[in-house]
């Protein structure tokens, strides 16, 4: 599935859900911004170029699941679904020094973070146990540093497995590089908003 390209159909409501001004009003920790169901309608762009809806006959045949043996449905929850915590956050130096550290150059993409950090002169690893505002309001605890997985080896345009990738994180960064955060105040995240570390 790594080839296929899942994106919102309409991605305006999808990223600026219809009640994020009222939502701006309201106290730290009760912001429901949330998009209604209608506007996070998902289609897929498959290997071969074709866009198709995420629960249609041709994104199972895609998949090679033509045989009515199988279902594809975008679940939609009031909890996040993530690996371990709802913000991952990696820098961009961090993943320039592993391209070096394993010879070639890294797709940003593998290891899919929420968001990337572009850090003067230190890593992100000090932020751990620290709070830190994105942009005018939002703020995350900076929980812990992020534990690496086959994932990484695999890249994100073609899908081709690079074991030296995570061998290299595991060998020279005791299998852990990014961190993992959780939100303590909600608020919109723009690409280019400073980040202030608060304690």
């Known amino acids: 599935m790594l080839l296929h390209r899942p994106r919102f159909r309409y991605q305006d409501k999808a990223l600026r859900p219809p009640n994020l001004a009222e939502a701006e009003h309201l106290a730290p920790g009760v912001t429901p911004v949330y998009a209604g169901l209608d506007d996070l309608v998902v289609d897929v762009e498959t290997p071969d170029g074709a866009v198709v809806a995420i629960d249609s006959p041709a994104m199972l045949e895609s998949l090679g699941k033509d ?32 391209s ?27 932020f751990v146990g620290k709070t830190l505002r994105i942009g005018a309001k939002a703020k995350i605890a900076v929980l812990e540093r992020d534990p690496r997985c086959k994932m990484i080896t695999l890249d994100p345009v073609d899908g081709h497995a690079s074991p030296e990738v995570l061998q290299t994180v595991a060998k020279a960064h005791e299998g852990r590089i990014g961190v993992y955060a959780a939100v303590l105040v909600e608020g919109m995240v723009n690409a280019g908003d400073e980040i202030t570390l608060l304690a």
Do not use: H
């Open 100 to 126: 070096e550290e394993v010879g070639s150059t890294l797709d940003l993409r593998r290891f899919r973070a929420n968001i990337y950090l572009d850090l003067d002169g230190s890593a992100e690893d000090a």
């Open 67 to 98: 045989d009515g043996a199988g279902e594809l449905r975008l679940i939609k929850s009031d909890r996040a679904m993530t690996d371990c915590r709802p913000i991952s956050l990696i820098s961009i130096q961090t993943v320039a020094a592993v």
